[in-house]
């Protein structure tokens, strides 16, 4: 695929060039866009956002003239005449998805249309939800010694997850594993789970992160489809399985800021 690029943007002095800027709104919590993405909504002359997973608060960024134009009950083909048209009209186009675009964002047919029209465009990373819950949880998701590696996944739905990224054969890594989109399947996804992670490994549910209404709570990974059901959870809710939610019970730290450690800035 062939990227238009994009002269550096400045978002403080100048108006934006006439572009798409995919920006990532993140969780929710509007305190928790980065400041890029709050320039470019500020500035922008056309807002498409996705109404439905993102708060009307982000888009009262917007300035008093901007177009903002809701997505929920839009298709590709919708939007992308309208992004299109806009640009080439000399314009600059947001469109703001929720967490990071370039993840569970369905970015991917976006820039290639675009890409495939001369239009120039470019990607504001997001935080993710799995960030924001961790920070909320206060833990870290890589504890030396007990968990290094974090697994980002989904279970198959309308949209199949390759052979490959089967959710049994990921968790077989007992990895950090963060798992989206999966509510509507979660008794299936607690079957090929407890295959490898033990039944009292803990697992955060985290509903609708960074929202005034956000629920999290930690239970034993048998539970998980049995609480999720209890609450009526169909969507918006991200589950983290990992050890390192026990992490508090490790003793082990990184070397990195370790005394006996010594590297090129401490010798």
């Not at 006439?18 to 305190?31: N, S, T």
């Not at 697994?151 to 490959?164: D, E, F």
Request: aromatic share 4%; with cysteine.
């Amino acid at each position: 695929m062939t990227v238009t690029a994009l002269d550096s943007v400045q978002v403080t002095q100048k108006a934006l060039a006439p572009a798409v800027y995919i920006v990532g709104a993140g969780p929710g919590d509007p305190e928790l866009l980065t400041v890029k993405a709050q320039n470019i909504l500020q500035q922008a002359d056309v807002i498409l956002y996705a109404d439905s997973l993102v708060p009307k608060a982000m888009v009262k960024l917007a300035k008093p003239n901007a177009e903002v134009i809701p997505t929920s009950t839009q298709t590709l083909e919708d939007i992308l005449p309208v992004m299109i048209e806009r640009v080439r009209s000399g314009l600059s186009v947001v469109r703001l998805h929720s967490g990071d675009p370039t993840l569970y964002g369905a970015v991917h047919e976006q820039m290639q249309a675009l890409a495939a029209a001369d239009v120039p465009f470019e990607i504001i990373p997001g935080i993710s939800a799995f960030q924001a819950a961790a920070a909320k949880l206060q833990v870290e998701l890589t504890v030396p010694e007990l968990v290094q590696t974090i697994i980002l996944t989904r279970t198959s739905g309308r949209t199949n997850v390759p052979a490959t990224e089967e959710l049994a054969s990921l968790a077989a890594h007992k990895a950090s594993l963060c798992l989206y989109l999966s509510a509507r399947h979660i008794d299936v996804a607690q079957k090929k789970l407890l295959k490898h992670y033990a039944a009292e490994t803990p697992v955060a549910i985290c509903y609708r992160v960074g929202w005034p209404d956000e629920k999290i709570c930690i239970v034993p990974l048998h539970q998980m489809a049995e609480a999720t059901e209890s609450q009526k959870l169909i969507r918006t809710v991200l589950y983290m399985i990992s050890p390192a939610l026990e992490g508090h019970q490790s003793e082990a730290r990184s070397r990195l800021y370790h005394p006996d450690h010594d590297h090129l800035f401490r010798p």
